[in-house]
């Protein structure tokens, strides 16, 4: 079956604009995770999503970024007025819902700030 | 605060031997803990994943040990191959079905 999907996989804007990447998850599964990998590190958490309960926003790292998420379904994280220092890849993962489920991650977006 | 490390950034081994990817956690509550292999372009692909409750676990060609006496983890993939150099890490998972919490990596390269 389809993995995460996210888009677009690479996006170069100016440092001030606004940015919006998408993530489809799995289906079925109804936890997803948005996280930030720099070059060369290991995986920074951002946002996690379950059901209809308030999102885990505690990895976000300032209120420029923000994040949505349609029922079960698409989620989008927006940074605003981006940085040079927001340089990274994001990537996004899902995994059901039960205790001690693997989350599985799509290939990322690559974002580079100008 | 809070982390998951590794032993060895790099490490390099003839195609044919046994790869040994260590890993120290700082979580003593931490109740699952997964392997991943990140290969260039790409995103975090599961290789295997261990609950607590267990100090080892075998899948294919690779088996993932536990020691929550030292709190370490390791990875030990037999008969490695070329198609088997990546970035390995490992994470944990200090609340059920929350974040993970991830190393730094282990880049792995295999030599013909």
């Known amino acids: 079956g389809a993995g995460v999907s996210q888009s677009p996989s690479n996006k170069v804007t100016e440092k001030g604009k606004d940015v919006e990447l998408r993530c489809d998850p799995i289906s079925g599964h109804t936890a997803l995770y948005w996280y930030r990998q720099r070059l060369g590190q290991g995986l920074e958490f951002l946002i996690y999503?379950?059901?209809?309960?308030?999102?885990?926003k505690s990895g976000l790292p300032s209120d420029r970024f923000s994040a949505e998420r349609t029922g079960e379904s698409v989620s989008t994280l927006t940074i605003q007025r981006t940085q040079q220092e927001d340089s990274a890849v994001y990537l996004c993962?899902?995994?059901?819902?039960?205790?001690?489920?693997?989350?599985?991650f799509g290939d990322g977006t690559r974002l580079s700030i100008l | 605060g809070e982390s998951v490390g590794l032993h060895l950034p790099t490490l390099s081994v003839q195609e044919g031997d046994n790869s040994i990817i260590n890993c120290a956690y700082s979580n003593s509550a931490s109740d699952y803990f997964i392997w991943y292999k990140q290969e260039s372009g790409k995103g975090p692909q599961f290789i295997i994943d261990?609950?607590?409750?267990?100090d080892k676990r075998q899948g294919q060609r690779v088996t993932v040990l536990l020691n929550k006496t030292v709190k370490h983890l390791s990875l030990q993939i037999a008969a490695t191959q070329p198609g088997d150099s990546a970035v390995y890490f490992c994470?944990?998972?200090?609340?059920?079905?929350?974040?993970?919490?991830f190393g730094q990596g282990t880049e792995l390269s295999v030599k013909p």
């Open positions: 994470a944990e998972n200090p609340a059920a079905g929350g974040k993970l919490i």
């Open positions: 999503f379950q059901g209809n309960s308030a999102p885990d």
């Open positions: 261990i609950r607590s409750n267990m």
């Open positions: 993962a899902s995994s059901l819902y039960r205790s001690n489920q693997p989350q599985h």
